[in-house]
């Protein structure tokens, strides 16, 4: 924001993570972060600034940001097998989440060098918006010309894209069963915590890697 002490310039996302820059009192820093999502920036920076009024040098912040390592289970990107990637991100998802997730893995994973296979399912705990979220969740995914999408839960009809699984078992038969033609693979896996199949998915997918 025009004026501010803290100024976000600029951020992308790649393979190593989230990188962006920033003005501080005139001067840019750099800052590249082992985590994934164009959003992480603003709250990166949301730490540089509140720890900057701690007395903490912007310098030694952007240093402690980038030895940060992320989560297991929050968008994990590994090599299943001989071309063929695996996005591990179902540590949990809500609206926010799944769409960061979505478009952060559209970025790096780009249509023209990648097969793109997304598995998702459901969001849970939504109440009285759950049949909406997962509508606009379903346009979201429709607008980014995936190539294969799939979907397990309760809101399939109302994601109302790609084709319905039956469980995370029918997803792991998938991934396994996959190949690599003319392009490489990536696949992203993703749905609430509350669905603890997948997790167990992608920790079977992850023994492997």
Same mark, same amino acid.
């Given at each position: 924001?025009e004026g501010?002490d803290f100024?976000?310039v600029?951020?992308?996302?790649?393979?190593?993570?989230?990188?962006?820059l920033?003005v501080?009192?005139?001067?840019?820093?750099?800052?590249?972060?082992?985590?994934?999502?164009?959003?992480?920036?603003?709250?990166a920076?949301?730490?540089?600034?509140l720890?900057?009024?701690?007395g903490?040098?912007?310098?030694?912040?952007?240093?402690?940001?980038?030895e940060?390592?992320g989560?297991?289970? !929050?968008f994990?990107?590994?090599?299943?097998k001989d071309?063929?990637?695996?996005?591990?991100?179902?540590?949990?998802?809500?609206p926010?989440?799944?769409k960061?997730?979505?478009?952060t893995?559209?970025?790096i994973f780009?249509?023209?060098?990648?097969?793109r296979?997304?598995?998702?399912g459901?969001?849970?705990?939504l109440g009285d918006?759950?049949?909406?979220?997962?509508?606009?969740?379903?346009?979201?995914?429709k607008?980014?010309g995936?190539d294969k999408?799939?979907?397990?839960?309760?809101?399939?009809?109302?994601?109302?894209?790609?084709?319905?699984?039956?469980s995370?078992?029918?997803?792991?038969?998938?991934?396994?069963d996959?190949?690599v033609k003319?392009?490489?693979?990536a696949?992203?896996?993703?749905?609430s915590?509350? !669905?603890?199949?997948? !997790?167990r998915?992608?920790k079977?997918?992850?023994? !492997?890697?």
């Amino acid at each position: 924001m025009e004026g501010s002490d803290f100024r976000l310039v600029d951020s992308h996302v790649s393979v190593e993570g989230t990188e962006f820059l920033f003005v501080y009192k005139g001067t840019e820093y750099n800052c590249k972060i082992k985590a994934y999502g164009k959003g992480l920036a603003y709250n990166a920076l949301a730490a540089i600034s509140l720890a900057e009024l701690l007395g903490i040098e912007v310098i030694d912040s952007i240093k402690s940001l980038e030895e940060y390592n992320g989560f297991s289970g !929050r968008f994990e990107i590994k090599d299943f097998k001989d071309g063929i990637k695996i996005v591990n991100d179902a540590y949990n998802a809500n609206p926010t989440s799944m769409k960061m997730s979505i478009e952060t893995f559209n970025d790096i994973f780009a249509e023209d060098k990648y097969e793109r296979v997304v598995i998702l399912g459901d969001m849970k705990e939504l109440g009285d918006v759950s049949a909406d979220q997962h509508k606009l969740l379903g346009e979201l995914v429709k607008s980014k010309g995936f190539d294969k999408v799939y979907y397990i839960g309760d809101f399939y009809n109302d994601f109302g894209v790609g084709e319905q699984l039956k469980s995370w078992e029918d997803a792991k038969k998938i991934i396994d069963d996959l190949n690599v033609k003319s392009k490489d693979i990536a696949i992203l896996l993703k749905a609430s915590h509350s !669905r603890s199949e997948e !997790r167990r998915v992608g920790k079977e997918c992850r023994s !492997r890697w």
